[in-house]
């Protein structure tokens, strides 16, 4: 009449424990805010990798899907091209040389606002004179 007790563990028989059927997400969301901070952190290197301090402008941004080339007048006048310094005189050879568009490859000029603008007209002015046409001028947004 009494109650019966199991010593061994309740209704599945001694020694059995019940299996948790609920997925852990915790690790999943570290893993996640880990990942986030990464690219938030990294995000802002991805640019173009010589530093330039940009003049600023209220032009609109320029709208184009394609990959464009950068050509950077630093702040004591040395060219680069994407990464890689380039003289004056073998700036043209090397953009034809790396230009997968051609001519109509996009270029996109960042000039350092304390470099005189006559450099980085120059500079433009023999990129336009070699037959490329799309050629852009890259500031920073005008701060209000």
């Known amino acids: 009449m009494g109650a019966q007790l199991n010593p061994g563990g309740g209704r599945h028989g001694p020694g059995r424990t019940k299996h948790m059927a609920e997925i852990n997400v915790t690790p999943f969301v570290d893993v996640m805010l880990v990942l986030l901070i990464v690219f938030m952190v990294a995000a802002p290197l991805l640019t173009v990798g010589v530093a330039v301090d940009l003049p600023e ?25 994407q990464d890689t310094v380039v003289e004056y005189e073998n700036l043209v050879p090397h953009l034809e040389a790396i230009a997968t568009a051609g001519y109509d490859q996009r270029i996109f000029i960042r000039g350092d ?17 070699a037959g490329f046409r799309r050629i852009g001028l890259v500031t920073d947004p005008e701060l209000q």
């Open 57 to 81: 402008t209220a032009a609109n941004p320029i709208q184009d899907t394609g990959e464009p080339l950068t050509v950077t007048v630093s702040e004591d006048g040395v060219i680069y091209v």
């Open 113 to 129: 606002q304390n470099r005189a603008y006559g450099d980085v007209v120059r500079v433009m002015g023999r990129i336009n004179a």
